[in-house]
Each structure stands twice: as C-alpha cells, then as structure tokens.
C-alpha cells in the first residue's frame, strides 16, 4: 500500500518555463513534508520542507504548494533550468512513534529540462 | 561542511560473501538512518539509530542483515551471507533528532 504516490515517473518542461511536480498520499497522520532532488550516482538532496500547518513554502525558484483536504502537494520551480533536470522525491512523516522520525518515500518523478 | 560519508561507493561480491557498508554521519547529528533503494520497493527504511542506540530495526528484511553503530561518528550495515536479492544502493542519512535527513552518496552493490 502505497502511502506516498508520485503518479509521474517523467516530466519534461522547456527551459525558463514552469515545472510541477505533484504528490498525492493516503495517510491523515502525515504532518510534515520534504522534497528531496537526486541526480545520478549521488544520494538525495534535501530540497525544501513544508509543515501541515502552511499551505506555501518559498525558496528562491522552488515554492511547495499543500492542500490537506486533497491530501496533495505540489513542488513549483520557477523559472526552470537545465541543471534542474534530476530525479525529485517526495516524503512525508507524521504521528507517533515510527511516524515521527520514519519518512515514507514516493517513487520519485524523472524532471527533464529542455535548453 | 562535509556531508554524510559512505565506503565504499560501489562493490561487487559473490553470493555468500560476507559485506559491510560503511557511514559516517554529519558532525553534530545524533540521528541515523539506513535506506535501500530498488527499482521495485523505492527507499526504504531498514533501521534508525539515536545517539548510538538502534531504536527501529523492523525494516531489516532479514537475519543475514546486522547494523551498529559503535560511536557517534561511525556505522556499518552488514550482509552476511549476501545473496543476488540484496543488490541495491544503500545509502546513509542523518540528521538532528528528527529534523531534516541529510543523505550521503550511497553504496551500489552488486552480488553475483
């Protein structure tokens, strides 16, 4: 049972246009959500985080987007570029005990960004 | 600041053969975590350490996996014996409690 679910494994967005990358997940519990960025040969990289209690969260060109009663989020980058292109995965965590520390994974989104 | 560090970055062994993988985690963070990621399954969780103590170990698929952690600064996974299935890239994560995960490179493993 797939509790986080990136339901595009690929994307392709023209350079200096925008990219959006969704997530939808099942479980009420889940308070607090990452995006992680990974390239080839090279573990994750945190990208940005977003608490339950926001609906916006802004970096720079990277802004997430949730919708609690859609159980939904959503990673804007704005404008996008080549170097953007890479693997992004989404996470989620909430509740207690295992549900505190343990981040449970969507299967990623491949972003290909087109010069 | 160095990051999350992991040896080695790539092995390949035979089946039987006993493996260890090696993490070191950020300066600072008492938190550390074990993943494996496949095509099938995605990351998962096989076990999470908290200054030093391993305090979730339910993701371990099995007896032929242990993991320590014998100070604060070093862990090892180990397979033994590893079989065909545990092929994979493992990586490492740690952090501060529970804040952030901050990944190291990985270890691809191949066994034959």
């Known amino acids: 049972d797939q509790q986080v679910k990136q339901n595009s494994p690929s994307l392709s967005v023209q350079e200096g246009r925008i990219s959006i990358l969704n997530c939808d997940y099942t479980?009420?519990?889940?308070?607090?959500f990452l995006w992680y960025k990974k390239y080839p040969a090279e573990g994750p990289t945190f990208l940005i985080s977003?608490?339950?209690?926001?609906d916006k969260n802004e970096d720079g060109r990277f802004t997430v987007f949730l919708n609690k009663s859609a159980k939904h989020l959503s990673l804007h980058i704005v404008p996008s570029q080549p170097g953007d292109s890479a693997v992004y995965f989404c996470?989620?965590?909430?509740?207690?005990?295992?549900?505190?520390?343990?981040?449970?994974f969507g299967k990623g989104t491949k972003l290909s960004v087109i010069p | 600041d160095a990051g999350v560090i992991q040896s080695p970055r790539h092995e390949v062994t035979e089946m039987g053969q006993e493996v260890t993988l090696r993490c070191k985690p950020i300066?600072?963070?008492?938190?550390l975590f074990w993943y494996r990621q496949t095509m099938m399954r995605g990351l998962e969780l096989l076990i999470y350490?908290?200054?030093?103590?391993?305090?979730?170990d339910s993701g371990m698929p099995e007896d032929r996996f242990s993991a320590k952690m014998p100070n604060a600064s070093f862990s090892t996974l180990k397979i033994q014996p590893s079989e065909p299935r545990d092929s994979a890239v493992y990586f490492c994560?740690?952090?501060?409690?529970?804040?952030?995960?901050?990944f190291g490179p990985g270890t691809r493993l191949l066994v034959l």
């Open positions: 994560a740690s952090s501060r409690d529970i804040e952030t995960q901050y």
């Open positions: 479980n009420s519990m889940f308070d607090y």
């Open positions: 977003i608490s339950s209690i926001k």
């Open positions: 996470a989620a965590r909430g509740g207690s005990g295992a549900g505190s520390y343990q981040l449970t």
């Open positions: 300066s600072g963070h008492n938190s």
């Open positions: 350490f908290n200054n030093n103590v391993p305090i979730d």
